[in-house]
């Protein structure tokens, strides 16, 4: 009985120190890449990189660039339901009266898909190439 306690505990203080808990290691640090890019204009897609703790939000990942990146600005406005919109990148602003946005894809091996939720919700997994795409909308 004394054995299996031991052993128990043992494998308890091994998952503790590989998960951080004893170290203070705290959550991993993931990295991504990020494009800026639109169908709209003819300009070259710029590429970044960033990170975003295991489990944080693409946001997060958005703010960590633009502190250590001089050629990356972005802009949210909030929206009472849904949270952070991205409203404008690198000084471009979607519109309305154009109905153009920025829409965020996530790209694996050439296929697109596009977010079903936005900057706020979604978080990213590791070496996750992100798009973020200037768009224009049609009104259904
Ligand atoms: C139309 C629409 C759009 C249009 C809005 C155009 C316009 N100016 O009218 C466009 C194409 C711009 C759009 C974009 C996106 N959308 Co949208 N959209 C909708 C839809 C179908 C209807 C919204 C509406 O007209 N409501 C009626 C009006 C009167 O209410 P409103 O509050 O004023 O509506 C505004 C907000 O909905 C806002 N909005 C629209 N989409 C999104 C997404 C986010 C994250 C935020 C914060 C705000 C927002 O734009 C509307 C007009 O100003 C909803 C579905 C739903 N159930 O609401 C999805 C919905 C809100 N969208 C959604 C998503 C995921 C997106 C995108 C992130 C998709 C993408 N991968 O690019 C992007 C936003 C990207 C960004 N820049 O941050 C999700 C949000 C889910 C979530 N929890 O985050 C919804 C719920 C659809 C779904 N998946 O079920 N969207």
Redesign the pocket.
Known sequence: MALRTAALLSVAFVLLLTRGGLTGTGPASLPIRLTVMSDLFDVTPESYSSSVVEGGVLLSALRRLQETQQDFKFT?K??????????SVNGVA?S?RE?T?????SESSGEYN????????YTPKANEHIILRLST?TK?
Not at 114 to 121: D, F, Y
């Open positions: 949210v909030e929206h009472p339901d849904f949270g952070p919109m991205l409203e979607g309305d109905r946005y920025w829409e965020i894809l596009r977010l079903a939720v936005g900057i706020g919700c909308w259904q």
